[in-house]
């Protein structure tokens, strides 16, 4: 089954003639992916990779059914983009720019709310159904069809577990990217309740950081799972006061830190592994499986 | 971006909350100028980005223009937790009622701002019990209204008809004001104070969104980076100084974090932070190299898993640096994989560098390469 998107998810790419856009565009049509349409106001009419462009996101739904948008413009322009895409009634936008404001996320964020969509980023790598859809910017070659479901902050952390998790045998079913910001649209909690739910997902795997509390508020939801999740958590080594990349992943007056993190995912029962190559044993061991 | 307190002030006048007489001095004589305008008891401020000010000594309180010039000449001298004094803020005296507490600020987790405040301020707020803090989101939807205002100042137990309890309402909507048009990501006032009919901002703390810098042109911040981060800054490049002896380069927040994890473990001691993930072209990771090579390691480890980063451009860069230096002045590992993975292993082969596979690997042979 897979969750949020799968092999019958219609894509617009945002921004698609840009530099990075065009690139990926031919990435995720590579890895199974059917975009239907690109937007890029004012080159309406061009082709890339022989997906049509569209001037606006309205004219690109008069033509096709959009299921899903990955934007790629700029950090100035991406509020304006998200919005035009809510607007027009995509349901799940993926933004993979970022430096975003994070009073434009807060704001993109709210109003998804209000449209019932779901929003992925900012500052995501997006989210891939293995072997069935492909959104964002992931190497493709890493990740295949299995029933793994993995949530992560952080894109190239990401690949390196499921790059992990390929070799030793144990492919996804979804990875969601939910971005690095401060305030991005899903939580860990929503998307844990999607695997939850979800056929094809037997375990889950979290891959938090240092900051916030968002690993903590996932762990009260992780003890009514029946699903066991293994998690990471990165910044086990970085100081307090520092802001490590992320704009939420930092030590503020003894909040957000490893250990605490580390307590409340084992006291849920979910196991913790020290480096992100443990990561598949963890989940093998979980599973009963060589 | 962080602002001085007289900074801070300066933007909250330009909006209307009530602040001190007085204004920024850079010289003693500057400060007895400023000290003889105000004409009385004055305050003589440290301009420094750190919350001890007054228990280092950073904090004075002149009575007359030359006690003022005096004070001023003693701080502008002091080192505050490493930071030198550059200018201090000359003010008047406030006499103090009542110390208070107001701010707003991001609360990522609710993806919403937050007010924050306390009718308990001063140098004591973090040790306030939590049912003396009261906090009430903002609906981005719904924006900032007085009710809203009116709300938390009963909560701080002020009549709303007293002066007080109307500048507070006043003040409450002119904060988050700020915040939305200024990208201000914390507007703190700590202490707001109440000094007869007056309430007045005695401090200010005011962080600018970094993200939001390309509309926010115009206003004055601090430098609060080391020249290294301020390079790095400059590139797009997110870098934070360590004291280990081995340089680290990545790409991804997540995964830098999870390189130096792997170091520590392993008994390494990483130099940085460096994230040069979001797609940093060729040119920029050259420079981010160089920037690395002067922090002079022991030795350079480089984890490169390429997503929107192609691996092909990394090893262009890298050889751009080889190239340009001769060779490099301490050990060097790199691991190489994802997007572009051949084209760069054969760039790399071309100066004799073979890539590793795995990042555990790569990071056990730097830290037996710097021993």
Redesign the interface.
């Known amino acids: 089954m897979a969750i949020i998107i799968d092999e019958n998810t219609n894509v617009l790419v945002m921004g698609i003639t840009g530099r990075q856009a065009s690139f990926h565009t031919k990435q995720m049509l590579a890895y199974g992916t059917k975009i239907v349409a690109g937007c890029t106001p004012g080159k309406g009419g061009q082709e890339v990779e022989g997906v049509p462009v569209y001037n606006t996101v309205r004219e690109a739904c008069e033509k096709h059914r959009i299921d899903a948008s990955v934007i790629f413009v700029p950090a100035p322009g991406t509020k304006d983009a998200a919005l035009e895409n809510l607007e027009a009634g995509v349901k799940v936008v993926v933004i993979v720019t970022e430096g975003v404001p994070v009073y434009d996320e807060i704001d993109i964020v709210a109003y998804a709310r209000r449209k019932g969509a779901y929003v992925l980023g900012p500052n995501t790598f997006g989210i891939v159904s293995g072997g069935k859809c492909k959104m964002g910017i992931p190497p493709n070659q890493y990740f295949v069809e299995g029933d793994i479901g993995v949530v992560a902050r952080s894109g190239t952390l990401t690949y390196e577990i499921v790059g992990n998790l390929t070799a030793n045998g144990l492919g996804q079913s979804t990875v969601v990217g939910m971005g690095g910001d401060r305030a991005v649209g899903l939580t860990f909690v929503d998307v844990l309740k999607m695997f939850e739910k979800d056929d094809q997902t037997k375990a889950v795997v979290l891959i938090g950081e240092i900051g916030g509390n968002n690993e903590e508020i996932a762990s009260e939801y992780i003890k009514e799972m029946t699903k066991p999740v293994v998690a990471f958590i990165a910044g086990k080594s970085a100081p307090p006061g520092k802001r490590m990349g992320h704009a939420g992943a930092i030590i503020e007056r003894g909040k957000g830190t490893y250990q605490g993190k580390v307590e409340a995912l084992t006291a849920a029962g979910a196991k913790v592994a020290p480096l992100p190559f443990q990561v598949p044993a963890l989940i093998k061991e979980a599973l009963g499986r060589e | 971006m962080k602002m001085f307190e007289y900074m801070g002030k300066e933007l909250f006048a330009k909006y209307g909350i009530p602040t001190p007489k007085g204004r920024m001095a850079k010289t003693p004589e500057e400060a007895e100028k400023i000290a003889a305008e105000i004409g009385g008891p004055c305050v003589v401020k440290s301009q420094v980005l750190s919350g001890k000010r007054g228990k280092a000594g950073g904090i004075k309180f002149p009575n007359t223009p030359e006690e003022a010039k005096k004070a001023a000449e003693e701080v502008l001298s002091m080192t505050i937790q490493g930071l030198p004094v550059e200018c201090v803020l000359v003010e008047e005296k406030l006499k103090i009622d009542k110390e208070l507490y107001m701010s707003i600020t991001?609360d990522?987790?609710a993806?919403?701002?937050v007010m924050i405040a306390s009718a308990y301020g001063g140098m004591e707020i973090?040790a306030q019990p939590e049912e003396y803090i009261i906090k009430k989101h903002i609906?981005?939807?719904l924006g900032m209204h007085p009710f809203f205002a009116r709300d938390v100042v009963r909560r701080m137990g002020v009549g709303l008809r007293t002066p007080h309890g109307k500048e507070m309402v006043n003040i409450i909507q002119t904060l988050y004001k700020i915040?939305?048009e200024k990208?201000a990501?914390l507007v703190e006032i700590n202490p707001l104070v109440f000094s007869d009919d007056r309430v007045i901002a005695a401090d200010s703390k005011v962080t600018i969104?970094e993200?939001?810098m390309?509309?926010m042109k115009d206003l004055p911040f601090v430098e609060d980076k080391s020249p290294a981060e301020r390079a790095a800054a400059n590139l797009g490049l997110?870098f934070?100084e360590?004291d280990g002896d081995i340089a680290v380069m990545?790409?991804?927040?997540?995964?830098?974090?999870?390189t130096?994890?792997?170091?520590?473990?392993f008994g390494g001691t990483?130099r940085n932070?460096l994230?040069c993930?979001?797609?940093t072209g060729r040119e920029a990771t050259a420079k981010a190299l160089d920037i690395l090579l002067g922090l002079e390691p022991k030795g350079l480890f480089i984890n490169i898993?390429?997503?929107?980063?192609r691996c092909d451009d990394v090893a262009n860069a890298f050889k751009d640096v080889y190239e340009a230096r001769g060779g490099f002045p301490v050990p060097v590992v790199i691991r190489l994989?994802?997007?572009n993975?051949d084209a760069g292993r054969e760039i790399l082969k071309s100066i004799g560098v073979e890539a590793f596979d795995?990042?555990?690997d790569a990071a056990k042979r730097i830290i037996e390469l710097v021993k």
Request: hydrophobic residues 35%.
């Open positions: 991001i990522g987790s993806k919403q701002a973090e609906d981005p939807e915040c939305k990208d990501e969104d993200d939001a390309f509309r997110s934070v360590l990545a790409n991804g927040a997540g995964i830098t974090m999870g130096l994890d792997t170091l520590q473990a990483p932070f994230d993930g979001g797609g898993f390429g997503g929107i980063t994989v994802g997007t993975q795995f990042m555990q």
